[in-house]
């Protein structure tokens, strides 16, 4: 397992952007896949974003595509998630997650592929 601390979050109006970093330490980093999720109050966790271990591949959901940007630093062991065009529906905590010992190229979507999370960070989108 790896240790996850998100940040960036916080308060934007519709069409405003933010960065999320998460840090991550452990000595797997380099091969763990990362991914970022999201939860809204009364809805369960999603899907937003995945990058492979080598960063060669990502994933989004639909309704970020376009709009957001997952990335990673191996060196920095940090991944990134810029999100722009922000709309009230983004509101939500956001999480990172990893899945070490990845092959180089997966990337996941389940919430049930990852083994470590971090403590989440809020995001609130007002209109």
């Known amino acids: 397992q790896v240790h996850l601390v998100e940040s960036g979050g916080g308060l934007v109006q519709a069409g405003g952007s933010l960065r999320l970093s998460c840090a991550t330490y452990?000595?797997?980093?380099?091969?763990?896949?990362s991914g970022w999720f999201r939860q809204a109050p009364g809805k369960e966790r999603e899907f937003v974003a995945a990058?492979?271990?080598?960063?060669?591949?990502?994933s989004y959901a639909d309704s970020v595509k376009g709009r957001f940007t997952i990335s990673r630093n191996n060196a920095r062991n940090t991944v990134y998630l810029q999100m722009n065009s922000l709309k009230p529906e983004d509101t939500a905590v956001y999480y990172c997650?990893?899945?070490?010992?990845?092959?180089?190229?997966?990337?996941?979507?389940?919430?049930?592929?990852?083994?470590?999370w971090g403590q989440g960070t809020q995001v609130t989108v007002n209109s």
């Open positions: 997650a990893a899945h070490v010992n990845a092959p180089s190229t997966l990337v996941y979507a389940s919430v049930y592929d990852y083994d470590s």
């Open positions: 452990g000595r797997t980093f380099s091969a763990a896949a």
């Open positions: 990058i492979s271990w080598s960063g060669g591949s990502t």
